[in-house]
């Protein structure tokens, strides 16, 4: 694809459309208050990526019950004491001119005790002396999911994400490794798809309609199959129960290496599904205009930029202005993270990751 269909708008099912096919990935960056609150390393973060270009930015994860924090310094949104903060977050990303979402999440079994999280397994064995969630508690998590989108709304967001990936709480049920339960929301793929199906059907209810949700699915770790996964993507798609679908993938190009669809790329598995009016995107390794060219061309109707845009917060309009736009070569300094407008406590969550960031 050329550089100038990238930036060609691309309609969504509900609410404005996007105003090109580049996305801002939910990245979690760990520099909110201690109880949710949106900080100022959070506005300063959000108004640089607002005018970088993006047709749509989310929020990293964000917590939708204060039992639900898998972080130190997360972002929150189950309290309406976090409502002005977001309304600040969101009125930056409108006065850029891109759309905005709110990434709900929900840390399930790997909430942090030492946080204020409280562990929330769909299983009995997975946290050692922690019992399953009963079906009275799923449906309460459930409602939290519902009752922060409404949050985001009266914030001024577009829309939400809903996370259900990296075997947090609604990736968590979908894996039957994780989900040995007999209840509705147990057994088959169907039941194990539940609590996202009945998450997303209860947003759409409460919210306008032109509130635009968006699904994040992951496909690897955590006992998930990819081929259940790409039932669920199915059903989902041919009722157009979201605006957009995000494939995070560690590698955009990664091969299945087993099972039904070994050869094919993960990505193929996913892009090759009738999707009605839903978009497609991925996020993995997009380093180069080169790279989102090829995903486009490969099936994707946008891409979703993560380390890229740490990099550099315009990387759109890099891309547009220089069409062999490659990013810097990891890692970096944090001299150079720092001179680029990165906070201290954003450098400090990416020590984690030495091929990002090495020591000076």
């Known amino acids: ?12 099912l509900h609410g404005p459309p996007m105003r090109n ?3 801002m990935a939910p990245l979690v960056n760990q520099q909110s208050g201690h109880d949710g609150s949106a900080s100022t390393f959070d506005q300063d973060w959000i108004r640089q990526l607002a005018w970088g270009g993006y047709a749509l930015i989310q929020t990293g994860a964000t917590y939708v019950e204060a039992g639900g924090i898998a972080y130190e310094r997360q972002l929150g ?38 946080l ?19 079906t009275e508690q799923v449906e309460r998590i459930r409602d939290s999911f519902i009752a922060a989108a409404r949050r985001a709304e009266l914030a001024g967001f577009n829309g939400v994400s809903v996370h259900g990936a990296f075997g947090w709480i609604l990736s968590e049920f979908m894996s039957p490794l994780l989900n040995d339960r007999s209840d509705k929301y147990g057994g088959s793929t169907e039941n194990r798809a539940r609590l996202t199906v009945e998450v997303i059907e209860g947003i759409r209810r409460v919210c ?10 992951s496909v690897e770790r955590y006992g998930l199959r990819l081929e259940e996964l790409r039932e669920i993507a199915a059903n989902i798609l041919d009722r157009e129960l979201i605006d957009y679908l995000d494939l995070a993938l560690w590698d955009s190009a990664q091969i299945v290496q087993e099972g039904t669809f070994r050869g094919q790329t993960m990505l193929s ?11 497609v995107g991925t996020a993995g390794k997009i380093m180069s205009a080169q790279r989102v060219g090829q995903l486009l061309d490969e099936g994707c109707d946008f891409v ?15 891309v547009k202005q220089h069409p062999r736009y490659e990013s810097p070569k990891t890692p970096v300094t944090e001299e150079y993270l720092l001179a680029n407008g990165l906070s201290e406590r954003f450098i400090k969550h990416l020590r984690r990751w030495p091929y990002f960031v090495r020591s000076s």
Do not use: K
């Open 208 to 217: 306008g309609p032109d509130f635009q949700i968006g699904l994040r699915m």
């Open 77 to 114: 949104i189950h309290s309406d004491a976090h409502v002005a903060g977001l309304t600040q977050m969101a009125t930056s990303i409108r006065e850029g001119g891109a759309l905005s979402a709110v990434q709900l999440h929900h840390a399930g079994h790997r909430a942090d005790p030492g």
């Open 21 to 23: 096919r580049f996305m």
């Open 304 to 318: 979703l930029i993560g380390r890229a845009g740490i990099l550099r917060r315009d990387f759109p309009f890099q």
């Open 1 to 12: 694809m050329s550089v100038a269909e990238m930036f060609e708008p691309l309609t969504l």
């Open 116 to 134: 204020g999280g409280i562990p929330a397994p769909a299983s009995s064995l997975t946290v050692p002396g922690v019992r399953a969630l009963t």
């Open 269 to 279: 598995v996913f892009t090759s599904l009738p999707r009605r009016g839903v978009r």
